[in-house]
């Protein structure tokens, strides 16, 4: 068994020196472990309509966010002219988020692992009813309300 003062010979202080920067090498490595970014991108066709999920206004399409947890989202999708678009969309984590693993992956994985999310939403124009049609439903009310006798248009 060596002594401390067989330290000071050059065969044992190499194997002390190596041990040293073994173990400094693991500790940077453990605390230099990467994560998970989730990102999610909504695209429309056209583009330019305002997003919101989760009713949190994210933007203008094409719009990103990132996220934390996987799960139902809901998508609202609004623009000029087009009708409004409510999507619930489900969010399916990956093999390496499964219980068990997202420990590994978000922790112990020297590195970053990217989750990319592309959700696409084809806007449909929405329907102008006639002028006519319109002017024939404000002529009925007006003439209901003067009898004071008012329904639910159809």
């Known amino acids: 068994m060596p002594t401390f003062a067989d330290r ?49 206004v994210i933007g203008t399409t094409p719009a990103a966010t990132s996220f934390v947890y996987y799960g139902t989202r809901e998508l609202r999708i609004e623009k000029d002219g087009y009708r409004t678009e409510t999507v619930l969309r489900k969010i399916n984590p990956p093999w390496y988020q499964l219980p068990g693993l997202d420990f590994i992956s978000e922790s112990l994985w020297p590195g970053e692992i990217r989750d990319e999310r592309v959700i696409e939403v084809e806007l449909v124009p929405k329907a102008m009813e006639k002028t006519d049609k319109v002017i024939d439903r404000a002529d009925s009310l007006r003439s209901q309300s003067l009898t004071g006798m008012v329904t639910a248009p159809n």
């Open 8 to 56: 000071s010979t050059p065969v044992l202080r190499h194997r002390y020196l190596l041990r040293f920067f073994a173990v400094l090498g693991l500790v940077s490595l453990v605390m230099s472990t990467g994560c998970v970014r989730r990102r999610m991108t909504v695209r429309t066709n056209p583009p330019g309509a305002t997003v919101s999920v989760d009713n949190q």
